[in-house]
């Protein structure tokens, strides 16, 4: 079955420093791919894409993915951490036509440490 | 202007009422969705609807009815509530079923 694993379901960074949350998906087609944000008691916010273009995806925020297909990877990075990047973080894919089916990985909560 | 919206934001009711989540959407998207977001925070998807037909019903309980009366607005409807149904729900829109998808800010619903 097609699945998205996020590993990490905390990830803690002092501020200043370097953002990795990691995401992996289960089939060997590659999927369309998303990175969201989720504040408290908030939706969903997009950050980034992708859809088999550029394999290095640069979003809002300064953030950006890497697409790896011989891992079946799409890890989310951010040179620097800001307090305000604290949330709830969701990759997501997306197979096929589908009916615009997105798939969640299980979120990763990141705190920032002043 | 609010792309997503979703009414009510909360929604605190008993066992065995039905109660109804209203959304609508002013991107001129022609796809919108259901998803369930449960205690922890997993999302799953419940409904895709593209152009008032519906394409994905994901083995969601027959006491949830969605409803789209146009392409900007799609209904949740869900009968006899069950303790289980306490959720956040969220309503979602995208340009077609390719394209990144836009989310309200999620209704709570409490089953007491």
């Known amino acids: 079955a097609q699945s998205v694993t996020q590993l990490g379901s905390h990830v803690s960074v002092s501020e200043g420093a370097l953002v990795l949350l990691r995401c992996n998906y289960s089939?060997?087609?590659?999927?369309?791919l998303f990175w969201y944000v989720q504040y408290p008691n908030q939706g969903l916010q997009l950050l980034l894409k992708y859809t088999s273009a550029a394999t290095l995806v640069k979003g809002i925020n300064d953030f950006e993915a890497e697409f790896k297909k011989s891992e079946t990877s799409f890890h989310l990075t951010k040179p620097s951490a800001h307090m305000s990047d604290a949330a709830e973080y969701f990759c997501?894919?997306?197979w096929g036509p589908g009916g615009g089916k997105l798939i969640f990985g299980q979120g990763t909560e990141l705190s920032v440490k002043p | 202007d609010t792309a997503v919206s979703q009414t009510p934001k909360y929604l605190v009711t008993q066992m065995g009422n039905d109660k109804s989540i209203k959304c609508e959407q002013n991107?001129?998207?022609?796809?919108m969705y259901w998803y369930k977001q449960d205690s922890k925070k997993f999302l799953k998807i419940m409904f895709s609807y593209n152009n008032k037909e519906l394409i994905i019903n994901e083995t969601v309980p027959n006491r949830f009815s969605p409803k789209s009366p146009d392409k900007a607005h799609l209904n949740l409807h869900i009968n006899s509530l069950e303790l289980g149904d306490s959720a956040v729900y969220f309503c979602?829109?995208?340009?077609?079923?390719?394209?990144?998808?836009?989310f309200g800010d999620g209704t709570r619903l409490s089953i007491l």
């Open positions: 997501a894919a997306q």
């Open positions: 979602a829109s995208s340009q077609d079923r390719s394209q990144p998808q836009h």
């Open positions: 991107l001129g998207h022609d796809t």
């Open positions: 089939s060997s087609v590659p999927p369309y």
